[in-house]
């Protein structure tokens, strides 16, 4: 993986994160089990690359910032677990298109909380891509049929933009140590909670399931994840923000052709509004 380029890291990143819908709806295990054993296994993997590499994590850093890591720990766990259920309740491109709406409530919330301008291009942008959520939903042609699983999306999406901007208030420590540090809090939030809502006890695991639980754990989270931190540093910001849409796109990809989901000529549309409109608020304008 060292020898792959900062570029090929991040898009062998994003075409990961694609395929996770994939690989959720074959495990048939409630979404907060799902997203507990997610949290563990890629916690565990990244300890193992660090133990590997002979590196230990920065405790100080860790105390400076250990009640919004544990915060943030608890908005991931919610986060997967709402995701996880959008892919149950609806098509992994629905509830992908949902997620990806995250991008727009960061514009907005960046508004109040960090006092960030909306630019008018921004805020056309932001209007475009809920417009093409609205088409996405197909709520305009068969009314709220499948309703539970895109607002599970968007809140999932909430989730995500609070993680990023609570982020943003971290202060001294590496990535990878952030990282580690909510995977671990979102393993011992979630822990609790899975507990006391699931029969943990009558679970029946096949062994695909168990194979399944162990890619999304290792491959879509710790190591796609360290390929991703291993990149996003290393290329310009506008790069990285126009290859991340190279996830919604597999995900749409992957549910048209593989699952054989439905999607109506109008949530076509909608996904190429979605993602279009928010790689263009990524752009700069070119300056004369």
Partial sequence: MRKLSPRAKLILSMVIFGTIGLFRRAIPCPSSVVALARAVIGLLFLLLMRAARHESVDRAAIRRNLPTLLLLGAMLGANWIFLFEAYNRSSVAAATMCYYMAPVFILLLSVPLFGEKLTPRKLICAAVAVFGMVLVSDVLTSGLHGAAGLAFGLVAALLYAGVVLVNRTLRGISPEDRTIMQFAAASLVMLPYVLCTEN?????????????????????????????????????????????????????????????????????????????????????????
């Fill in 200 to 288: 943990v006890a009558a679970l029946s695991l096949t062994p695909r399931s168990l194979v399944m639980l162990l890619v999304v754990g290792v491959v879509h989270t710790g190591l796609a994840y360290v390929l991703y931190f291993g990149s996003i540093a290393e290329i310009p910001a506008q790069t990285a923000a126009i290859l991340s849409y190279i996830d919604p796109v597999v995900a749409v990809l992957l549910s048209v052709t593989v699952l054989r989901e439905p999607m109506s000529p109008a949530a076509l549309v909608g996904s190429a509004l979605v993602i279009g409109a928010m790689a263009a608020s990524e752009l700069e304008p070119k300056k004369d």
